[in-house]
């Protein structure tokens, strides 16, 4: 599952945008991801403008 | 809080411009509405640059309260610095403080007596009959909030269409990631001109930008690329670019970060008892990244035809396909004009972007479409093959 640097995030939703099994939520200030429902297609992963996510290799 | 103890005609997600000005028009109509904002503080966090070509024809004053500063246009800057000069139309407009602006419109809403929920969070919504059932979460807590039309409002992490079954996702390289310090000191070449700085290492897919603010400027870039972060190209573009040496004594005071979906409108937005607005629906330029005036635009829209279906009840989408028949014939045009011109620049090699620039001359005042083309298919056959579809 992909992983979320809270000390790296901005909270601009963006990763948000690209998840289409809307596995990715932001709470206020805080991205929050479903594990059962997030597919490791790491899309979020390029559009993080603060290279914030970290996929599964 | 009370206001999700209730049942409305209209729920509106999300209060960015977009959300309460679809809210106040709602409201304005007689409707009984309710605007959710999951954020504690409506305005925050601000993820743009601030830049809106106009508000006055939305009735509303440009107050000092929210307007930093009035801009009189742009300028260009071609990578290796060639400088081209846009005055007109919507190169001018206003710098506005969005944390400020965005309160104002949404207690604009409240005061034409839309109901207001904060800190509540939409995670759900429910198919009840002709109704939606919305679920939110406010403390810990769930409410089911039932209502007869959702407007999705809920920007470029929009989840609220796909729950009712609209295709809002974006892929990655449609969103142009961006980063962005607001900072003082910043050396400006005229305090009332927005700068464009463009190319392939400044920030590739995009551009970057100083927005002057008054006492402040928005320094930022928006990127589409794979490999290197826009914050990488940020820190790049003050360290090393043709404006680090007007940025040399420039400090931040902010941090901003924002997601802009640049790949022109969703297929549909609207379906039974549910219409979508702003970012959420693709409403914002593919190439400047403006969405604030078409957000507020099409919200207000969708407010009116809501509000319309309600007293004659029917809220079909039969009825509600009116927002976006609305909506097209105003903004259709322009949103693929520009995302057909995004596709162009994206193409040109930095040498190439250097010959466009030098095509076109000092200043792009006075030039309609197909005169732009005439001039850099003479000043430059080269490009043409890039051009030729635009006539």
Redesign the interface.
């Known amino acids: 599952m992909v992983k979320v640097n809270y000390k790296r995030c901005g909270y601009c939703g963006a990763c948000v945008g690209v998840c289409e099994n809307l596995a990715i939520n932001l709470i206020e200030h805080i991205v929050v991801i479903d594990e059962k429902k997030c597919s490791d297609c790491n899309l979020c992963v390029i559009v993080c403008p603060l290279n914030a996510l970290e996929g599964e290799k | 809080m009370r206001e999700l103890m209730d049942s409305y005609d209209v729920v509106v997600v999300g209060a960015g411009p977009g959300g309460s000005m679809a809210s106040y028009a709602s409201a304005k109509n007689g409707v009984k509405t309710l605007l959710i904002e999951?954020?504690?503080e409506i305005g925050e966090?601000v993820?743009c640059a601030e830049a809106i070509p106009s508000i006055e024809e939305f009735g509303i004053k440009p107050s000092p309260e929210f307007v930093r500063n009035i801009i009189k246009g742009g300028i260009l800057f071609s990578p290796s610095g060639k400088k081209v000069v846009v005055t007109q139309g919507k190169a001018q407009g206003f710098v506005v403080e969005r944390k400020i602006f965005d309160k104002y419109l949404a207690v604009r809403a409240g005061r034409a007596g839309a109901k207001i929920a904060v800190?509540s969070?939409v995670?759900g919504l429910e198919r009840d009959g002709d109704y939606w059932n919305v679920i939110v979460e406010f403390l810990g807590e769930e409410y089911v909030v039932k209502t007869k039309i959702v407007i999705a409002a809920d920007?470029?992490?929009?989840?609220v269409a796909?729950?009712a079954g609209l295709k809002a996702?974006?892929?990655?390289?449609?969103?142009c990631?961006?980063?962005e310090y607001e900072m003082t000191n910043v050396e400006l070449f005229d305090k009332n001109m927005m700068e464009f700085y463009f190319g392939n290492d400044v920030a590739k897919g995009g551009y970057a930008w100083i927005f002057p603010k008054g006492e402040t400027a928005n320094v930022g870039l928006g990127v589409r690329d794979?490999k290197k972060?826009?914050?990488?190209y940020l820190e790049e573009f003050i360290e090393n670019s043709l404006a680090s040496d007007k940025l040399k004594n420039a400090t931040p005071v902010e941090?901003?970060?924002?997601?802009a979906?640049v790949s022109g409108p969703i297929e549909k937005t609207y379906a039974d008892g549910i219409l979508v607005v702003g970012d959420a629906a693709g409403q914002i330029s593919p190439l400047t990244g403006g969405g604030i005036y078409l957000a507020m635009d099409c919200g207000l829209m969708a407010g009116e035809v809501a509000s319309k279906s309600i007293k004659s009840n029917n809220w079909s989408e039969d009825v509600l396909k009116e927002y976006e028949k609305l909506w097209k014939e105003k903004h259709y045009e322009y949103l693929l004009n520009h995302l057909k011109y995004r596709k162009i620049l994206e193409k040109l090699s930095d040498d190439e972007l250097d010959a466009l620039a030098e095509a076109l001359g000092d200043n792009l005042d006075g030039i309609d479409l197909k005169k732009f083309v005439k001039r850099i298919i003479t000043k430059k056959p080269s490009l043409l093959k890039y051009f030729k579809d635009l006539i």
């Open positions: 999951k954020s504690q966090p993820r800190k969070t995670v920007g470029v992490e929009s989840n796909e729950y996702k974006k892929k990655p390289l449609d969103i990631s961006c980063a794979k972060k826009a914050i990488d941090f901003k970060v924002g997601g979906p």
